[in-house]
């Protein structure tokens, strides 16, 4: 059978690099296209290192830009595109949400197009953040979308409605599915590709492994006073080779032409709640160190607890979470010791 062939755009990027790694293990052709305004050629070239794929293609573009998006679709036979390329700074979204709105949505209309004209099935990257703050817990794909916390959010949600109606209005021509990702941390076991966050990082995992390493003087624990067990917000924190790996199910199901309805939607995490000071002292114990940490008055926007029901994923599209929370704070401890030449 002839080999089939994944777009993966901002694959280039964290969740991008490892969802390349394990579509090539898993034989698909790859064809990486990232514009590195949120990135360098680490990670790219991790995944080339891992794979042993020196021949890897890598195309420097930008999906706002339509006539290259279909130059793209012309020049590989894509078969499936998987939708990573998007800014992601929640807070960030706040103050600059033109520039969001702009490039989060432009970037997934062009790939939409190209996607529809070429026959193409499209995996959305969405994210938990499309739930806002949830009434019950654990969230199921049927719990109902809150209104976004931020431009960032909102794009996710936008992005969800314009691929479910393009499918709709296409009366089965074009199919997808949207991921919604709970925490995605760690890194690759191999420490050649992992999270690289430009500036000081926003996210509580990279912080924590800047800290450790001197990077950052002090971990700041955002709210103890919350409604939970021990006073720190709750997480569904979903190992990045997991999470990756759920994107090869996906592809398959799409791609296998075993897919239930023409639009499905599918929590990736883990089912576990696990606070924020939970996560740092399974760091601290697997990693055999003292973190310096405080705590800190709560963060705007920050919902108190959300975590995932995973079961759909589990046994629609037979994908569950592994590898267990010691092992990827293992992993991404390796990976900053490795960025630290260490
Ligand atoms: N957090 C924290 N200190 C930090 C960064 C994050 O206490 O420096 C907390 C944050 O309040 C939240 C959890 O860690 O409860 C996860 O935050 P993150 O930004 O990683 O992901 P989010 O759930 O906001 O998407």
Redesign the pocket.
């Known amino acids: 059978m002839m080999k089939k062939t994944v777009l993966v755009s901002g694959g280039a990027g964290y969740i991008g690099s490892h969802v390349s790694v394990e579509l090539l293990s898993a034989g698909y052709d790859v064809v990486v296209a990232d514009n590195f305004s949120n990135c360098d050629l680490t990670c790219f070239e991790g995944v080339r290192k891992i794979t042993g794929r020196d021949d890897l293609p890598l195309v420097k573009m930008d999906f706002c830009d339509a006539a290259a998006v279909r130059k793209l679709f012309s020049d590989y036979p894509i078969d499936a595109v998987i939708h990573f390329a998007a800014f992601k700074a ?1 807070g960030e979204s706040v103050e600059q949400p033109l520039k969001y709105y702009k490039n989060n949505l432009d970037s997934f209309l062009n790939v939409q197009e190209s996607a529809q004209a070429h026959s193409a099935k499209v995996l959305f990257s969405s994210s938990a ?1 499309v739930y806002g703050e949830p009434d019950k817990m654990p969230v199921t794909e049927e719990s109902p979308r809150k209104p976004a916390t931020s431009p960032y959010g909102n794009t996710k949600q936008i992005c969800e409605d314009i691929l479910r109606d393009t499918i709709f209005a296409s009366k089965g021509a074009v199919q997808g599915i949207a991921l919604r990702y709970f ?1 995605p941390i760690g890194a690759h076991p191999s420490a050649l590709i992992g999270e690289l966050p430009r500036g000081v990082p ?4 990279p ?1 924590i492994t800047q800290t450790a390493i001197g990077k950052r003087e002090c ?5 103890n006073d919350y409604p939970t067990p021990d006073g ?2 709750l ?1 569904d924190y979903i190992d990045i080779v997991d999470l990756a790996k759920a994107h090869v199910f996906a592809v398959r199901r799409m791609l296998e032409a075993r897919m239930e309805a023409d639009y499905e939607i599918f929590n990736i995490g883990t089912g576990r709640p696990v606070s ?1 000071l939970e996560l740092v002292q399974a760091f601290e114990r697997v990693n055999g160190l003292k973190l310096n940490y405080r705590f800190a008055p709560r ?1 705007e926007g ?1 919902v108190p607890a959300i975590w995932a029901d995973p079961s759909r994923a589990n046994t629609v599209l037979g994908w569950r979470a592994e590898r267990t929370i010691e092992e990827t704070l293992a992993a991404a401890w390796a990976w900053e010791k490795h960025l630290a030449g260490i």
């Open positions: 929640v953040t925490n926003n996210n509580l995992v912080y971990l700041s624990i955002f709210g720190t917000c997480r924020v963060r920050d």
